[in-house]
């Protein structure tokens, strides 16, 4: 993949976009397919990679691991890891993954509405 320069046009564009609008911010964070399952999936608890695979099991290894790392990245989620044999990794959401639950709860309210009627 490759590395966009700091003091690229394209990467200064999107740092003022995301500044000057909270729904960019937003999708920045959480926008794309697999990130607000991710989310959706941690708001009832934590959960370990292979538990996260069940819940999705559309989800390639790949997409998993890529967004998962990138959720960690923002802050949204905690990963950790417990020294043990085989080694023990936990994912739960981050006290700012916490307050994203109400987005997400209205999402899945948004979504009864549009398929009941």
Known sequence: MTQIKESSTWNANKELS??????????????????????????????RYNELRKAIPAVTEKMLIQHLKQLVADELVIRTAEQVVPPSVT???????????????????????????
């Not at 609008?21 to 941690?42: A, D, E, R, S």
């Open 18 to 47: 995301i500044n000057s609008c909270p729904i960019n911010y937003v999708m920045n964070k959480i926008g794309g397919h697999w990130k607000p399952i991710i989310l959706f999936q941690l708001m009832s608890g934590p959960k």
């Open 91 to 117: 994912y739960h959401l981050s006290p700012a993954g916490e307050r994203l639950k109400p987005v997400l709860d209205a999402m899945v309210e948004w979504t009864a509405t549009q398929v009941a009627g």
